[in-house]
């Protein structure tokens, strides 16, 4: 059975056909082994074979069924943390490289849309940085200087976006920005893929990945081991336990609506704004006489307690419709884990220690370039050649220059471990409801992830991330247990979704039914 990231659909997730369901059934050899058949695990593996290497993929999902089917699908080099952000923290070289970097990326995926005729509405569009009440026009001017220091020489300041779908007042405009259906371009990077003889597996769980002189050995649920040369690691957040990476990055989750728009009312282009966190807008072009407006924003630190999910999501309808006053109903409310690094860039490189595995994490909200600047990096480190990104993006990487950003995330993750000895409700044959999870306490131990299935049925799991025994909470919109320490996911069930953890919770049903019916 294949595992999702939760219970919401994207609409890319309701206009692509559904990838083969391909357990992996025998043990294999290969060069590479590549672990989550996302974007960057996917570019990945058609780089490495394009080179002569035998290569497959193994996922616990369905091709894209990670984060890349729950992107909004930006393609984009006006990054999330801004030019003023990276040149701090990495230095003006630093930020050069990263928009090289990111527009080779959209130019990368261009040519494979062209070159092997993906029909997945990719379209060139522009986009424009506005914004926010209260932000000043000199943010605007000082960012324009930042991105013209780092190459983008083409980055012009307007008094107004030359559309007519809302007045954005000043603002950035950066052209030759991009978007597509991610799902459909995956499905041709896949077949794409199986036609230079490599192998996707999926509904495949990995359970372990094992380093050892010259080879590794990547274990699944099934008591299944591939043996390769090298591992990529690919699945948002690295299913390896090293503290160098986790202490970098910290998860969010993000929240986005589509609302349907009279067809072209709203020109094709990429918005967004200064705020903290900020608005991000797009459409998708359909063919019905309605587009969709894509809009996100209200993100939050995973595991935090914050307002419910239907509070932020009317919060972005109230924002988009003062905007877009043509939009229409809201057909479709999903969100995302978006793994944010301390300096804003991506991790790709070897996992440190290690001189065969490698990893690709922190995304940052630039999934779709992040990831396929991944696939273009790793291949090139694995078939030994040199790539001027490298050190940019290098996992072992120092923080020091963002000291600031550093110890504010790890005194959240503290925070959330703190969680744990907190006194939680006892179990009551009234709690949770009946499609609800609930953390709960048993005598005398820790606490419970408790969740009653619609027939009643009790669930009841370990609420301590095997990870590292962080708490877990209760996500009532996706209905799975969040770890906000790391960014492990689960499932209503306790079925492991999103790494670092690859072990399922730990089920507690005997001693939990024993003070369910005391």
């Not at 990670?66 to 952000?85: P, V």
Request: proline fraction near 5%; hydrophobic fraction near 35%.
């Amino acid at each position: 059975m294949p595992r999702h990231g939760g219970q919401s659909r994207s609409p890319w997730m309701d206009t692509a056909p559904a990838w083969p369901l391909h357990p992996l059934e025998d043990d294999r050899e290969t060069d590479v082994c590549v672990v989550g058949a996302g974007i960057a695990g996917l570019t990945t593996a058609l780089r490495l074979l394009q080179e002569g290497e035998n290569v497959m993929v193994v996922d616990h999902g369905t091709v894209g069924s990670g984060q890349t089917e729950r992107t909004t699908a930006h393609l984009s080099n006006a990054l999330d943390d801004r030019y003023l952000d990276i040149r701090k923290h990495r230095g003006r070289e630093g930020a050069r490289l990263a928009a090289e970097s990111h527009t080779a990326a959209i130019d990368f995926i261009e040519r494979h849309v062209r070159g092997l005729g993906i029909d997945c509405d990719f379209l060139r569009v522009d986009g424009y940085l506005f914004l926010a009440p209260g932000h000043e026009e000199e943010l605007l001017r000082q960012e324009q200087a930042a991105a013209g220091q780092a190459g983008l020489g083409n980055v012009a300041f307007l008094r107004n976006a030359p559309v007519t779908a809302f007045d954005t007042g000043p603002c950035l405009h950066f052209p030759r920005q991009a978007q597509f259906h991610p799902l459909h371009y995956l499905r041709g990077l896949g077949e794409e893929i199986e036609r230079h003889h490599g192998h996707v597996y999926t509904g495949t769980h990995v359970s372990g990945v094992e380093e050892n002189d010259g080879s590794i050995a990547v274990r699944t649920s099934e008591n299944r081991m591939v043996t390769c040369k090298a591992a990529v690691l690919a699945t948002n957040c690295p299913i390896i336990d090293n503290a160098a990476i986790y202490a970098k990055q910290a998860p969010y989750r993000t929240y986005v609506i589509g609302l349907d728009v009279p067809a072209g009312s709203v020109e094709p282009a990429l918005f967004w704004d200064t705020a903290d966190p900020y608005h991000y807008v797009r459409t998708q072009i359909r063919k019905d006489g309605r587009d969709l407006l894509i809009t996100g924003g209200e993100d939050h630190r995973s595991g935090e307690e914050h307002e419910p999910a239907a509070v932020l999501f009317d919060r972005l309808e109230m924002w988009t419709r003062e905007r877009f006053p043509m939009a229409n109903a809201v057909s479709y409310r999903w969100s995302g884990q978006v793994m944010e690094t301390v300096d804003g860039l991506a991790m790709i490189g070897r996992k440190p220690g290690s001189r065969h595995i490698y990893i690709a994490t922190g995304d940052s909200g630039m999934g779709m370039t992040h990831g396929t600047i991944a696939g273009l990096l790793l291949s090139d480190l694995i078939m030994g050649k040199k790539n001027p990104w490298a050190d940019l993006y290098d996992p072992g990487r120092a923080a020091a220059k963002a000291l600031g950003a550093y110890a504010r995330e790890n005194m959240h993750t503290l925070a959330q471990f703190a969680r744990r000895f907190r006194r939680q409700p006892d179990i009551s044959p009234e709690t949770p409801a009946p499609g609800t999870g609930a953390v709960l306490q048993q005598e005398g131990g820790s606490p419970l992830a408790v969740y009653r299935d619609e027939k009643g049925e009790l669930h009841v799991r370990s609420a301590l991330c095997p990870h590292r025994g962080c708490p877990l909470s209760w996500n009532a919109f996706e209905k799975t247990w969040d770890c906000g320490c790391h960014g492990s996911r689960f499932s209503a069930k306790g079925l492991a979704l999103n790494g670092p953890s690859i072990q399922d919770l730990q089920e507690e049903k005997q001693r939990a039914e024993r003070r369910h019916h005391s």
